[in-house]
């Protein structure tokens, strides 16, 4: 039996548990509906679940087994989720626009020796090594993929049989691995458990209830998606999932499908404060929404719309740190510390700094398990983000005297571009393969819908020349639509420190020169690879 009272029951926060005790309590009740019309009460999505499980349990997989999720956001995504973790297993969800040298790293990094894979994605795996890996179950269609078995999705529904639940589904294990962006190096696999995605969701979402709908259409392999399905698992409610952000479509499925609830950042807000304005713009269900950031463009949207807004601050490795009260009148806010949260701006030695110095915010929770346990198979990272027992987020805040946090800049080399954390790093690496690429930094710059961004300064090889468009086009196939850069500019060198170490905030001072190359100025539009649902 356990003791200690911050931990939450099983019951209460594990997903397999949760599945069983809305099932039971309510089975004819709405849970998921998902774009297209398939809608799934409790008792359907614990049948579903259950015997995806068996199927999944009849190819080897037990409790805390790594498996790959490589799928849009569909009913199928959110299947294999449910019956990997109802099984005890871990689910790894792979960002949909992985390929090349990114999608190789996490597939290794992984040490899964299975994937879910939609149909339209398995190609990209003939172009890697794939590490462990050795069976594909393919959804949505088939694929034959070169050197891995495939299997067809029928896998996941057996004609007969339904999975038991292991009896030793705890807290503290293992629900997810998430993989970051990778802002100082390769991306870095974060291991959250039950507990933590509680704490991220339901103990940070104080005023979500049951009555809840919430519109989920961030993708579900970013925690913007996972927090609101646990939020919803915890608290009984139900979800909408949508493909994606859609701005012409977004008040209609809103309306359609009477969503109450969900969360809204970066460049989605300014998309929605542009729409014409209409008579019908208060004319909807959507009474809830976390925004971030939070700023007189969201406070204008809320007003307009007629919806009561909140803000936070929130990353993979955390649970929902800070939280404001509705419509917080001052801008720039992420709102104060929650209760079960310390939250400390600190300098380089991690020693306190005063009101409105900018410094690191590093964070620690008096509940055990409450924020991530560590980076997969990198104990040289977990140790320095989690360096005199404080998780160091890696970036900079100021705060006041009346306990209001400020976000400032990322101290991290990360790009953030339409919800997207970006990697310089892995940006990077794929123009360095460009054959008469020299020196190389991506860097953010403003971008006029909000957040970043991406920026390419380049020095060719001695003896060589670099045309931006051909740059761009050897470019194109080879990395995810959302880190492909917009602007290109050539340097004869990069400037660099004593220490050979490229000095970027030189570069971010200069910006986009007269010089700089720019994608949309020469016609170019990039758009998401489009797959079926």
Not at 312 to 323: A, Q, R, V
Request: aromatic share 10%; glycine share 8%; with cysteine.
């Amino acid at each position: 039996m356990l003791h200690d009272p911050r931990i939450p029951a099983p019951e209460v926060c594990v997903l397999g548990y949760q599945l069983e005790h809305w099932a039971a309590k309510k089975p004819d009740e709405t849970f998921f509906i998902f774009h297209g019309g398939e809608t799934w009460t409790w008792g359907q999505t614990l049948a579903l679940v259950k015997r995806a499980a068996k199927g999944l349990q009849d190819m080897g997989v037990k409790k805390g087994d790594h498996v790959l999720s490589w799928q849009p956001n569909n009913r199928q995504s959110v299947l294999t989720w449910f019956a990997l973790n109802y099984l005890g297993a871990v689910y790894v969800p792979v960002n949909i626009a992985y390929k090349g040298n990114l999608l190789q790293h996490v597939v290794q990094l992984s040490d899964a020796k299975l994937m879910v894979c939609h149909a339209d994605l398995a190609p990209r795996l003939n172009e890697i090594e794939c590490g462990a890996l050795v069976d594909v179950i393919i959804t949505n269609g088939a694929a034959e993929l070169d050197n891995l078995a495939t299997h067809a999705e029928a896998i996941l529904a057996p004609e007969t049989g339904l999975a038991g639940m292991p009896d030793t589904v705890a807290p503290w294990d293992t629900m997810y691995i998430i993989f970051t962006s990778g802002t100082t190096g390769p991306s870095k696999a974060v291991l959250s458990s039950y507990l933590q995605g509680y704490a991220m969701g339901p103990i940070g979402y104080t005023y979500v209830d049951e009555s809840d709908r919430c519109l989920v259409n961030l993708p579900m392999f970013h925690v913007g998606a996972t927090a609101l399905v646990v939020l919803v698992l915890a608290r009984g409610g139900s979800c909408f999932l949508d493909t994606h952000f859609k701005t012409d479509e977004f008040w209609t499925t809103v309306r359609e499908h009477k969503t109450t609830m969900t969360v809204l950042l970066g460049a989605m807000i300014p998309f929605l404060t542009k729409l014409p304005p209409s008579d019908e713009d208060t004319n909807h269900t959507l009474r809830k929404a976390v925004c971030v950031p939070w700023n007189e463009e969201t406070m204008a949207m809320g007003r307009r719309y007629g919806i009561e807004m909140w803000t936070t601050f929130n990353m993979t490795e955390i649970s929902s740190p800070m939280m404001s009260d509705p419509f917080p009148a001052v801008a720039g806010t992420c709102g104060k510390i929650r209760d079960g949260v310390e939250g400390r701006v600190v300098d380089d030695n991690d020693c306190e700094v005063g009101p409105g110095v900018a410094g690191e915010l590093i964070l620690r929770t008096d509940q055990p398990w409450a924020m991530n346990h560590g980076y997969y198979k990198n104990p040289k990272a977990t140790a320095e983000a989690w360096r005199n027992g404080w998780f160091h987020t890696g970036d900079a805040f100021t705060y006041d005297t009346e306990g209001y946090f400020y976000f400032v800049d990322r101290i991290k080399d990360a790009i953030r571009r339409r919800g997207e954390n970006i990697s310089s790093f892995e940006v990077e690496s794929d123009v360095n393969a460009y054959e008469d690429a020299g020196e190389v930094a991506a860097i953010a710059v403003p971008s006029e819908l909000g957040e970043d961004d991406v920026m390419i300064i380049i020095a060719p090889l001695a003896g060589k020349t670099i045309d931006p468009l051909e740059l761009f086009r050897f470019l194109e196939p080879r990395m995810a639509h959302f880190m492909l850069p917009r602007y290109i500019r050539v340097v004869d060198e990069l400037p660099k420190t004593p220490t050979q170490k490229v000095q970027k905030h030189l570069l971010k001072e200069d910006g986009i020169t007269p010089d700089t190359w720019d994608r949309e100025a020469e016609g170019i539009v990039v758009k998401r690879e489009k797959i079926g649902v």
